[in-house]
């Protein structure tokens, strides 16, 4: 079993930076994939980036890449997602996933998943 808890969300104004952390604790957590989805108000949950147990794989939905860096410390099990000039349509609830299987996009490679943090990016 793998617990996730999300954490570093907030209210910021467009153009401005939050830095989201990830806390993994459990069985084999230091070597499941992790990644990070979102979900809007009245949207469905997508994809935002991934990155392998090693650290040495990532990868960014279109949306996000070039403004959102995806980075992991093994030695803290920590998965942190660095989000640079946020826009307005980034407002969403994030997730943090963990896998053992590396699908990065799809949602149903991850066998678990955190709480949730809420991110609004006011314009």
């Known amino acids: 079993q793998v617990q996730l808890e999300e954490s570093g969300g907030g209210l910021v104004q467009a153009g401005g930076s939050l830095r989201l952390s990830c806390a993994a604790s459990g069985r084999t957590c230091s070597s499941s994939h992790m990644a990070w989805f979102r979900q809007a108000p009245g949207k469905e949950r997508e994809f935002v980036a991934a990155i392998r147990w090693s650290g040495d794989g990532k990868y960014y939905a279109d949306s996000v890449k070039g403004r959102f860096t995806i980075s992991r410390d093994n030695a803290e099990i920590t998965v942190f997602l660095q989000m640079n000039s946020l826009k307005p349509e980034d407002t969403a609830v994030y997730y943090c996933?963990?896998?053992?299987?590396?699908?990065?996009?799809?949602?149903?490679?991850?066998?678990?998943w955190g709480q949730g943090t809420q991110v609004t990016v006011s314009s």
């Open positions: 996933a963990a896998g053992a299987i590396y699908l990065p996009t799809q949602s149903s490679a991850y066998e678990y």
